[in-house]
Every structure is written in structure tokens, then in C-alpha cells.
């Protein structure tokens, strides 16, 4: 685990960029550790590892230039590309407190709800969270229409949970769909857009029901990838934290970095 997160280090060190080191953790939470045979102990032991783990690549990367932020990752309680498990707010706000007040007492810096497909979920993790006062990003996946499994808007689910948790998750993000499957719904000045400051795309474009009936794993094209990404940036101003979610390795983040540095040395040169 650590040579693989080295990789990503030395990236984010090569190009002078900050780094969110995200821990293992997102299958980490009560019911998916219950399937396979841990204990409620065990949940424990294992998220706070999960964090202890980062400590060697923070000590061993991160300078001045190269900060590093350890973020601990909160999956869905069901499965991200199906809503099989439909939680009130409430219910998902006690569900999470569990895990989250865990990582609350690490040194985790901020937690992300990751592949989250409906808001009522993405607002309990921020409520949770806020009763510990631990940083909360919110994300959520879309299908290749741009919108999420249940038919609801990304224009919709984000303003509902900005006005029920009266905005405290500090951004969101997409993660878990190729760029060019949400592109199209992005309105450059509408305030929910401003709030979304981070993308982690797949590396493919196939829905995720296609995904899930793969035999082999589709990595895409690092280089499209990066430029896909990169287009981002023409709808959201606010697009500061890149990333890679299914398919993607270490080339597709490289690549973003390389883009970064190209597009900035153009508009110097310009």
C-alpha cells in the first residue's frame, strides 16, 4: 500500500502540487465489515490504521511546496452505482456517525462521502461529521446523463444538502464517471457549480451498469483522460483538486500534472 501511494507522492513532488492522501477506508464502515467477518473492534482497528498508514509518505514527501492533507474516504452503506439501501437523513447521519467519529479521533484532516447517489445519505455524513468538527467534502456520481441513479439533478442534490446542512460540507466533488458524462450539465456562474471543487473521474466512459458487467478492466486513454479533465476548468472556476477514480492509475494523474504545467506556461508565455 505505501509503494503505491509513494507513486502518487513522487508525482505531486515532481510538479510542485499539493497532495490529498486518501486513506483506505471507503469499505471500511459497519455493514461492509460485518459481510466478510470483522468485529465492531475491528472496524475500529482498521480505519485508524487506515490513517496511521500515511504518516511514513507525509514525513518522507511533503514539503513547502508539496503539502500534503490526509483525508479519510466514507463510502456509501450500499452500493454506489445501485440505490439498494435508501437511508432517511437521520438514519444515515447515525449509520456514519460511527465511522466518522473514529477517523475524528485520528489525524485525519477532512473526510469525503465518495460515491454518494442520493443527497439524503451525503447529509447525514455531513451532519455526522460536523457534530465532530471534522471537515466534510461531499461527492457524488452520476450516470452518463449527468445525473444521479435516481434521476435527481447534481444542480439538485447539492443545493439540497447546501441549504439542509446549511452549507458546511467545505466543497464537493464528482467522482466515479468520466468527465464527458457530466460535462454537458455544468452552467459556468450558477452558484451550486462554484461549489464543486474537485473531480475524480473514471477512466472510462462506459455507464456504470456496463462497468459492473466487465470482465476486464478498462483503463482508458491517460492523455484523453488528462485533457477531459483539463476541459473542466473552462465551467469550473473553483477546480482545484484533480483526481482518478475506476481505471485510473498514476499515468492519468501524471498527466493531468503535465497538462496543469503545459497550460500554465502557455498563458505566461501568451
Known sequence: ??????KYANIARKYDVGLVLENASWRANPDWMRKIGYSDQ?????????IELLYDIRNEYETENCPIVFNASIGPRGDGYNRTT????????????????????????MIT????????EAIGIAKAAKAVNIPAVISFTVEVDGKLSGGQTLKEAI???????????VYY???????????????????????????????SKK??????????LDSGNPIEFAESTRAL???????????????????????????????????TND
Open 113 to 120: 462521502g465518495v460515491t454518494l447517489n442520493y443527497p439524503e
Open 86 to 109: 435508501i437511508m432517511s437523513i437521520e438514519e444515515a447521519q447515525a449509520y456514519h456517525a460511527t465511522q466518522i467519529g473514529i477517523i475524528s479521533q485520528t489525524n485525519a484532516d
Open 207 to 216: 455507464s456504470h451498469a456496463e462497468l459492473d458487467g466487465s470482465k476486464e
Open 159 to 169: 443545493e439540497l444538502v447546501d441549504k439542509v446542512t446549511q452549507n458546511s460540507p
Open 233 to 267: 476548468l473552462y465551467k469550473l472556476k473553483n477546480l482545484n483538486v484533480f483526481g482518478g477514480c475506476c481505471g485510473t492509475d498514476y499515468r492519468h494523474i501524471e498527466e493531468i500534472c503535465k497538462n496543469e504545467i503545459e497550460s500554465k506556461s502557455s498563458t
Open 42 to 50: 475491528d472496524v475500529v482497528n482498521v480505519n485508524r490504521k487506515s
Open 173 to 203: 466533488m464528482i467522482n466515479c464517471a468520466h468527465p464527458s458524462n457530466f460535462e454537458h450539465v455544468l452552467i459556468p456562474g450558477e452558484a451550486w457549480v462554484e461549489r464543486i471543487h474537485s473531480v475524480k473521474g473514471n477512466a
Open 1 to 6: 500500500m505505501k509503494n503505491y501511494l509513494r
